[in-house]
């Protein structure tokens, strides 16, 4: 008996550019500042959100982390390390607005990003414990 396997395909830099410019049609001169330079189009990304909630734009912010829930389900390598690297690693929850920006993530990337702080916690341990020695 055959089955029927659904093959899911991964989004790319290049699907993170066509949605990001779709969605945030602003960040189009950064983006393009950088061609091929997919972490500092990322960063530039995270620094919109980051803005968005400094604002207490939730629109946008909500917006915001809509495409990075999108892409994070399904990414290539490159495009998860942008976004681990790049994104989540640059965005915080500290201040009065943290909380109401956490809520606006996804299970999926509040768990990615308590990853991306223990691993830099572990690096930060490691580096320390090198220092000691």
């Given at each position: 008996?055959?089955?029927?396997?659904?093959?899911?395909?991964?989004?790319?830099?290049?699907?993170?550019?066509?949605?990001?410019?779709?969605?945030?049609?602003?960040?189009?001169?950064?983006?393009e500042?950088?061609?091929?330079?997919?972490?500092?189009?990322m960063?530039?990304?995270?620094?919109r959100?980051?803005?968005?909630?400094?604002?207490?734009?939730?629109?946008?912010?909500?917006?915001?982390?809509?495409?990075?829930?999108?892409?994070?389900?399904?990414?290539?390598?490159?495009?998860?390390?942008?976004?681990?690297?790049?994104?989540?690693?640059?965005?915080?929850?500290?201040?009065?607005?943290?909380?109401?920006?956490w809520?606006?993530?996804s299970?999926?990337?509040?768990q990615?990003?308590?990853?991306?702080?223990?691993y830099?916690?572990?690096?930060?341990?490691?580096?320390?414990?090198?220092?000691?020695?």
């Amino acid at each position: 008996m055959a089955t029927s396997m659904s093959v899911t395909r991964l989004y790319t830099a290049d699907d993170f550019r066509r949605l990001a410019l779709a969605e945030f049609p602003e960040l189009r001169e950064e983006l393009e500042e950088y061609p091929d330079l997919l972490h500092l189009q990322m960063a530039a990304f995270a620094r919109r959100t980051e803005r968005a909630k400094e604002e207490g734009d939730w629109d946008t912010y909500a917006r915001c982390v809509r495409l990075a829930d999108t892409l994070w389900r399904h990414p290539d390598e490159a495009l998860l390390n942008a976004l681990n690297v790049s994104y989540l690693e640059m965005i915080d929850f500290d201040g009065a607005r943290g909380p109401v920006a956490w809520k606006h993530l996804s299970p999926a990337l509040q768990q990615g990003w308590r990853a991306m702080q223990a691993y830099l916690a572990e690096l930060a341990y490691k580096a320390k414990q090198s220092e000691r020695r």
